[in-house]
C-alpha cells in the first residue's frame, strides 16, 4: 500500500464513485421502470416513499448516533461499511428484479419491502462515508478540493449511473442490469477502504449520551437552514435525474436508445464545470459560494422547458449542468464548517449524527420529489405508462423545469439566513 495514497482525496472519491453508481441507477430509472414499465400507480409508488419516510426517520438518527459511538481497532466507520456492502449488493438487485406476472398489489408490495430494505443498508453506507469527510479534511482548502475531485468521481458515476443504464437494460433487461453494477459496487467500496485510516484521536475521544447528541445538533441554527435549503435543491437533482427519461418520451418525442445521449450531455459538461466551481469557491466564503451555485442552479433549469427535440434538449442539458456542478461541490464545504464549530462549542466530535440528521433531512427532497410527481401527474391526468393521460407532454415540461425552478426560490430564499460564525483555528 502507498502510504501517499491513505486518506488522500483521490482514494476517498473512490467511495462516493462506488455508490453513485448503483445510486444513479436507482434514482434514475425506479420511476421509470415500475411506473412506466410494469404499471405500478403513481399514488401507489408516493405512498411506498411515505412508508419509507417514517421508516428512515427514525434508523438514519439512530445509525448516525451508534456509529460516533463505535469503537473497534478498525475505527468507527470502517466496520459499517465493511458489513453492508454484501446486503447493499442483494438489496439493489431485489429492487429490480421483482417476480413476473404479479399483481399490481403484489407489485406495491416488492417494491415497498425492496426500497425499505435498499435505503436502510445504503443510509448504514452514507453515514459512515459522509462521517469521515471532515474528520479526514482540515480547512477551507483541502475540503475545497477534496470536495471537487469527490464531485468529479461522483460526475463520472452519475455518467455511468445515467448514460450507461439505458444500454445496459436495454441490452441485458433491468435485473441483470442490476448484478452488473452491484459487483463494479463492491469493487469500487473495497478498494477505497483499503486506503482510508481513521484518526485513533476521533475513535477515541469522549462520547455525548443519545440525548445531549441530538439535543446539540437541534439547537443547531445553522445546521438546519442550510439542510432545508439543501433538501429542496437535492429533491432538483432527483427530478432532473428521474424525469429525463419521461421528457425524452413525452417532450422531446426521440427514442428510448437516445436517452443516453440526452443524459451524457447534461454530466460530460458538468466535469469541466467542477473544475470551474472548484476555482471560484477558492475565491469567496463558501457560504457565499453555496448561495451563488443556488443560483445559477435555479436559472439554469428555465431552458429545459423550450426542449423540443434531442439538439434542443442538450444544449438545454449543457446549461443545466453548470448549475448542477456548483450545487454538487458547495454543501460538504459548509456542513463540514458547522460540524467544525460544533466540536469548538463541545469539544466532541459528531460527524456521524451531523451526517445522519443532515442526510435524512436532505434524503427527504425524495418524498418532496414524489408528491410533486403525484400532485402534477393528477393535474394534467397521468397515471402511468398504461395511461398517460390526455397531456403528458405538459407533465413533463413542468416536472422538469417550472417545478425545478420554485423549489430552487425557496432554497435561495433560506440561503439568506444563513450565517456560520467561525474561528480561526483550523488548519488551513
Same mark, same amino acid.
Not at 475531485?149 to 445496459?168: D, H, M, N, R, W
Not at 418520451?249 to 469541466?272: C, D, G, M, R, T
Given at each position: ?200 484521536? @476521533?475513535? &477515541?475521544?469522549?462520547? !455525548? ?8 445538533? +437541534?439547537?443547531?441554527?445553522? *445546521? =438546519? %437552514? ?30 428510448? @436508445?437516445? &436517452?443516453?445521449?440526452? !443524459? ?8 469541466? +464545470?467542477?473544475?470551474?466551481? *472548484? =476555482? %471560484? ?46 450545487? +454538487? ?100
Amino acid at each position: 500500500m502507498k502510504k501517499n495514497l491513505v486518506n488522500s482525496p483521490v482514494m476517498y472519491a473512490f467511495g462516493m464513485l462506488a455508490m453513485m453508481i448503483p445510486s444513479q441507477a436507482f434514482s434514475s430509472f425506479y420511476s421509470y421502470y415500475y411506473v412506466d414499465k410494469l404499471g405500478l400507480g403513481i399514488g401507489l409508488a408516493t405512498l411506498a416513499r411515505t412508508i419509507f419516510m417514517i421508516w428512515d426517520a427514525v434508523n438514519q438518527p439512530l445509525f448516525g448516533y451508534w456509529s460516533d459511538r463505535t469503537n473497534t481497532k478498525y475505527g468507527r466507520r470502517r466496520p459499517w461499511i465493511f458489513g453492508a456492502i454484501p446486503l447493499f449488493m442483494l438489496t439493489f438487485i431485489m429492487i429490480f428484479s421483482p417476480p413476473k406476472d404479479i399483481s399490481e398489489m403484489g407489485l406495491f408490495t416488492w417494491f415497498l419491502i425492496a426500497l425499505i430494505l435498499y435505503e436502510a443498508v445504503a443510509t448504514v453506507i452514507w453515514v459512515n462515508y459522509g462521517a469521515l469527510f471532515p474528520e479526514l479534511f482540515k480547512g477551507d482548502k483541502i475540503r475545497a478540493k477534496a470536495s471537487a475531485i469527490q464531485q468529479g468521481f461522483q460526475i463520472v458515476a452519475l455518467l455511468i449511473g445515467t448514460a450507461l443504464t439505458p444500454i445496459l437494460f436495454t441490452a441485458m433487461g433491468f435485473s441483470k442490469m442490476s448484478i452488473v453494477y452491484a459487483f463494479v459496487f463492491a469493487m469500487f467500496m473495497l478498494f477505497f477502504l483499503l486506503y482510508v485510516k481513521e484518526n485513533e484521536n @476521533a475513535v &477515541n475521544s469522549p462520547k !455525548l449520551s443519545l440525548k445531549e447528541s441530538f439535543g446539540e445538533t +437541534l439547537k443547531n441554527k445553522p *445546521f =438546519w %437552514l442550510v439542510n432545508m435549503a439543501n433538501s429542496f435543491a437535492q429533491t432538483v437533482n432527483g427530478l432532473l435525474s428521474s424525469m429525463i427519461p419521461f421528457y425524452a418520451k413525452y417532450v422531446l418525442n426521440i427514442p428510448e @436508445a437516445q &436517452n443516453a445521449v440526452l !443524459l451524457a450531455s447534461v454530466f460530460i459538461s458538468i466535469i469541466p +464545470l467542477v473544475a470551474v466551481w *472548484f =476555482w %471560484l469557491i477558492r475565491k469567496m466564503d463558501p457560504v457565499k459560494g453555496w448561495r451563488l451555485s443556488m443560483i445559477a442552479y435555479a436559472i439554469s433549469v428555465l431552458p429545459l422547458w423550450f426542449g423540443s427535440d434531442l439538439i434542443s434538449g442538450i444544449i438545454a442539458g449543457v446549461l443545466v449542468g453548470f448549475g448542477m456542478a456548483g450545487f +454538487l461541490v458547495t454543501p460538504p464545504i459548509v456542513n463540514s464548517l458547522i460540524i467544525d464549530m460544533d466540536f469548538d462549542k463541545t469539544g466532541q466530535r459528531r460527524e456521524g449524527v451531523y451526517t445522519a440528521v443532515s442526510g435524512f433531512i436532505t434524503r427527504s427532497s425524495g418524498l418532496i420529489s414524489a408528491l410533486a410527481f403525484l400532485v402534477v401527474g393528477l393535474i394534467f391526468g397521468y397515471e402511468s405508462g398504461e395511461n398517460p393521460g390526455p397531456d403528458p407532454e405538459s407533465t413533463f415540461r413542468y416536472l422538469i423545469s417550472i417545478v425545478p425552478f420554485g423549489l430552487l426560490l425557496i432554497s435561495i430564499f433560506i440561503t439568506l439566513f444563513v450565517k456560520i460564525e467561525r474561528k480561526p483555528t483550523h488548519v488551513e
